[in-house]
Every structure is written in C-alpha cells, then in structure tokens.
C-alpha cells in the first residue's frame, strides 16, 4: 500500500511560481510511474505531466509544456512539481499518482488505471 500526501499548494498571483511535493509512504517509491494531474472547478481531472521510475524520462500536457517541470529524489520518496509563468487557468487542486505499471506517457493517455491518488492540493492563481 502506498499513501500520497500533496503538499505546496496556495495563491499565486499571475506570472509567479510554486512548487508542489508529493511525499510517498512506503519503500517502493522507485518502482512508481509518478504523474500530477489537476482539476479545475466544474471541469474533468487532466494530466499535467509524469516522470519515469529513475527520473529519466518526463512527459508533459502541451498545456503546462515549457512552464512546469517534473523531478523526483528517490531517496525521499518524493516527487515534485515547479511551476512557473503560472496563469489563472492553471488554478485547480493539483493531485499525484502513482503507478507500477504505466509509462510516463501512458499516464497521459489513461488516468483511469493509476494505482494509488492523493488527496490533493489546491493552488490558485489571481489575475
């Protein structure tokens, strides 16, 4: 069983950063497939981005592309999220998850099988 617990979120105003943590219970971090997704008010949960199980390999929505950047540290059992040049569409409550199976890329294509969720983070964004 793997536990995720979100962290980081909060208000931002246009044009700034944050930064997002997902720490994971459990010794089997290294063995996840990690994505973030969001969801923003009255709309379907998206995918943000993923990163292989070394850290390798990201994959990004083209939506946040060039502006969020996905790493990991194994050795804490984290996974994080640095978001820049925010805007006010980016505004949901950000969740990870992970999977044993899944691919980076395949996180963005099926959502619906992920292993394990958070509970999520809300960041917003003023204009």
């Known amino acids: 069983q793997v536990q995720l617990v979100e962290s980081g979120g909060g208000l931002v105003q246009a044009g700034g950063s944050l930064r997002l943590s997902c720490a994971a219970s459990?010794?089997?971090?290294?063995?996840?497939?990690m994505g973030w997704f969001r969801q923003a008010p009255g709309k379907e949960r998206e995918f943000v981005g993923a990163i292989s199980r070394k850290g390798i390999i990201t994959y990004y929505a083209d939506s946040v592309k060039g502006r969020f950047t996905i790493s990991r540290d194994n050795a804490k059992n984290t996974v994080y999220l640095q978001m820049s040049s925010l805007k006010p569409e980016d505004t949901a409550v950000y969740y990870c998850a992970a999977d044993m199976v899944a691919t980076a890329q395949a996180m963005g294509a099926d959502q619906s099988s992920m292993d394990y969720w958070g509970k999520g983070t809300l960041v917003t964004v003023s204009s």
């Open positions: 459990g010794r089997t971090f290294s063995s996840y497939t």
